[in-house]
């Protein structure tokens, strides 16, 4: 098992900037993928960035905007987000995929972004 545990998130006027973490603990030794994933008020949840052995995905929407990058000790991971958008007010859900590419999530952190 994994347990995640978010911080960061808020309110920002667009434009503004925003930084969230995660710190994974339990089982974490060989994790497959950590990354974030967020969910607005009446859409799917959808990816954010996610890096996966050493490769970073972004959503189209987020790229040139938004950086992924993982804790020297592996266990952490951070989003940072610049100029940003009404459109990216949502929940932000940290996403870590172990070694049998078992999926975990953390709480959820509300990011909301006014114009």
């Not at 960035?49 to 189209?60: F, K, Q, S």
């Amino acid at each position: 098992q994994v347990q995640l545990v978010e911080s960061g998130g808020g309110l920002v006027q667009a434009g503004g900037s925003l930084r969230l973490s995660c710190a994974a603990s339990g089982s974490t030794s060989n994790i497959n993928a950590m990354g974030w994933y967020r969910q607005a008020p009446g859409k799917q949840r959808e990816l954010v960035a996610r890096l996966i052995h050493g490769n970073t995905v972004y959503a189209d929407s987020v790229k040139g905007r938004f950086t992924l990058s993982r804790g020297d000790a592996g266990n952490t991971v951070a989003l940072q987000m610049n100029s940003l958008k009404p459109e990216d007010t949502a929940v932000y859900y940290c996403n870590v995929a172990d070694s049998r590419w078992r999926d975990f999530w953390g709480q959820g952190t509300q990011v909301t972004v006014s114009s």
